[in-house]
């Protein structure tokens, strides 16, 4: 069985600090899928990232970067200078490679992020 | 374009009623899912259609019915709804089914009264 854990509930920073939002997984597949979304109230589900488990370098994209570490199972994403527009539910996704496991993203509870000006 | 679309982005029925809930994309991707989302929670699979052809029914109730008329169209017919189906109805799709879902369109607000 899969499973995503975000031991952070709620966070809230006030606005140009960094933030880090944690992500531990669990699957027996060799090889998955791991996403981050963004869900702000207007409720749509924003594709971040997907990161093959095979590729293990870190991403930057602008004020996000991930950190994907295979030997502790984590996925987590850093926001620099973080702004009130960064204020939203983020989830943190898995995918495995079988029709069962793969066919269907496993979700953490998700965090939710305030940024305050 | 990585762009799914949803209609109605709202929908108020009656337990009595009939309606349908409609989902594009034209990415080629081909496989397509429906999601449910309940306020505070994550999204729920509900259906995976791969190669328009269903291949994942998460035990969903009857009174929802999938329906992929082409490679492009996913469709949601909804009968007989409960109150407790109110719910953030999410589409989403990807290149294949190895991804779960990749793409979400904005989803469908649905409330039953």
């Known amino acids: 069985a899969q499973k995503v854990t975000q031991a952070q509930t709620e966070i809230s920073v006030v606005e140009k600090e960094d933030v880090t939002l944690d992500c531990v997984y669990e699957t027996r597949d060799t090889t998955y899928y791991l996403f981050w979304y963004k869900q702000p109230p207007s409720g749509e589900l924003v594709f971040l990232i997907r990161?093959?488990?095979?590729?293990?370098q870190n991403e930057i994209s602008g004020r996000y970067s991930w950190n994907f570490q295979k030997s502790t199972s984590s996925f987590n994403f850093t926001i620099t200078a973080s702004q009130v527009v960064d204020s939203a539910v983020y989830f943190c996704a898995l995918s495995g490679q079988y029709e069962t496991s793969g066919s269907r993203l496993t979700f953490g509870e998700g965090t939710q992020l305030t940024v305050n000006p | 374009d990585t762009e799914v679309t949803q209609t109605p982005k709202h929908l108020v029925m009656g337990m009595t009623n009939k309606k349908s809930l409609k989902c594009e994309q034209h990415m080629g991707h081909r496989a397509m899912y429906w999601y449910k989302q309940k306020a505070k929670k994550p999204p729920e699979l509900m259906f995976v259609?791969?190669?328009?052809?269903?291949?994942i029914n998460e035990s969903v109730p009857s009174r929802f019915s999938p329906e992929c008329p082409n490679s492009s169209l996913l469709n949601l017919h909804l009968h007989a709804l409960q109150p407790e189906d109110s719910a953030l109805y999410l589409c989403?799709?990807?290149?294949?089914?190895?991804?779960?879902?990749?793409?979400f369109g904005p989803g469908t607000r649905l409330t039953v009264t």
């Open positions: 990161r093959n488990s095979f590729d293990e």
């Open positions: 259609y791969s190669y328009e052809k269903l291949s």
């Open positions: 989403a799709s990807s290149l294949a089914t190895g991804r779960g879902g990749e793409y």
